[in-house]
Every structure is written in structure tokens, then in C-alpha cells.
């Protein structure tokens, strides 16, 4: 199975700065990553697909990029609406499988 | 407008069966897979399993030999049959579209506890 790492577990920062969330794959897996946010007590929401492809209805603040094995998720400016986990998931190969997630909060 | 919704029992008893039903609208189960994912209480994330446009499917390994997914395209419907249920199935369990899981359903929270 593909093991995703993501680091850090928990990031503290101030609205309005920008920031980058890691996932490290444990073998290569092309661009074949997504990003997804959940808030507390919701549904998680697609963010960025297949590394860096953009998706209708989400902020510009968010973008994706990487491939093989080192992806990254980065906000630009954060908002308060941002604070929340976001977690990496890979399709290249069955099981599908997730990362631990990371916690954005506020500092 | 793509919608799912999932139901089914909020508790079960433990060594029992689960049966979750995904309901679906929007899109065509024939051109379209469906997976479960599911979140233990204050966890991460985890594939259960998955049923394809073509109706075969796919199971994590480590729940494989208690799962069954099927689906009933008339009534735009999947379904989740899990046996032998522990306490540690206790979860939410959410119903999503595609391997890049475009969309969710709100999820349904199930309980394993006598």
C-alpha cells in the first residue's frame, strides 16, 4: 500500500499569512494526489486535484504542486474560513489510501 | 446538481451486520464509481471500498473478507454490507464519487456498541 506522510500534523498561523502543507508519498505516484479540506462536523471537500488541476467554486488562494513523490498544498493568505484539516489522498494504485491530515489553526 | 445521501441504523450491536445504503442523484452510476470512506470519531480518513461503472469492485484488504458493495442502478442506489462488526468499526461513513472523490455525501454516523 502507498503511504502518504503529511507534516506538519498541526500548523499555527495568523490570518493573513501564507502557507504550505507537505505530503510525501512512499514511492512515486506521478501527479495522481488530491487535497481535500474538512471542517469540524462536515463532509470533506475536494480542494485541488491530480497535484495542481484547480477545481470550479474554490478560492484561487489555493494551489497544488509536485510529482512523484513530494506534493505540496499552498494558501496564499490565509482566512479565517481556512482553519480546518486538510488531507492528501492518492489514486495511482489500489488501495486508495489518505494521509494523516494536517490542522491549520490559528496562532 | 450531484447529490448523495447515506442511511442506515445509527447503532449496531457488536459481531452484527451493517447495511448503509448510498442514494444518489445527478449522475449515472453506469458511467460514474462509487466509494465508501469512512472516519472513526476524531480520525482521519480511510477507503473502505469501491464500486465501479461497470458494477465489478474493489475492497480495502484489511476489511475485505466482511464487505460486500453492490448497487441497484434502477433506483440510482449503492449499497454497503459489513459482517462481523467490532467496536472499531465505529465510524462515520461517507459515500463519495470517483477516485478523486468529487463529491460526498453528509456521511452517517454508525455506532458499534450493545
Known amino acids: 500500500d502507498i503511504v502518504l506522510t503529511q507534516s506538519p500534523a498541526t500548523l499555527s498561523v495568523t490570518p493573513g499569512e501564507s502557507v504550505s502543507l507537505s505530503c510525501r508519498a512512499s514511492?512515486?505516484?506521478?501527479?495522481?494526489i488530491h487535497w481535500y479540506q474538512q471542517k469540524s462536523n462536515e463532509s470533506p471537500r475536494l480542494l485541488i486535484k491530480?497535484?495542481?488541476q484547480s477545481i470550479s467554486g474554490i478560492p484561487s488562494r489555493f494551489s497544488g504542486s509536485g510529482s512523484g513523490t513530494d506534493f505540496t498544498l499552498s494558501i496564499n493568505r490565509v482566512e479565517s474560513e481556512d482553519f480546518s484539516v486538510y488531507y492528501c489522498q492518492q489514486s495511482y494504485s489500489l488501495p486508495l489510501t489518505f494521509g494523516s491530515g494536517t490542522k491549520l489553526e490559528i496562532k | 446538481q450531484v447529490q448523495l445521501k447515506e442511511s442506515g441504523p445509527g447503532l449496531v450491536q457488536p459481531s452484527q451486520t451493517l447495511s448503509l445504503t448510498c442514494t444518489v442523484s445527478?449522475?449515472?452510476?453506469?458511467?460514474?464509481?462509487v466509494h465508501w470512506v469512512r472516519q472513526p470519531p476524531g480520525k482521519g480518513l480511510e477507503w473502505v471500498g469501491a464500486?465501479?461503472?461497470?458494477?465489478?469492485?474493489d475492497y480495502n484488504s484489511a476489511l475485505k473478507s466482511r464487505l460486500s458493495i453492490s448497487r441497484d442502478t434502477s433506483k440510482s442506489q449503492v449499497f454497503l454490507k459489513m459482517n462481523s462488526l467490532q467496536t472499531e468499526d465505529t465510524a462515520i461513513y461517507f459515500c463519495?464519487?470517483?477516485?478523486?472523490?468529487?463529491?460526498w455525501g453528509q456521511g452517517v454516523m454508525v455506532t458499534v456498541s450493545s
Open positions: 514511492q512515486g505516484i506521478s501527479t495522481s
Open positions: 463519495t464519487i470517483g477516485t478523486t472523490h468529487d463529491y
Open positions: 464500486i465501479w461503472s461497470g458494477g465489478s469492485t
Open positions: 491530480f497535484a495542481s
Open positions: 445527478g449522475f449515472s452510476l453506469t458511467s460514474n464509481s
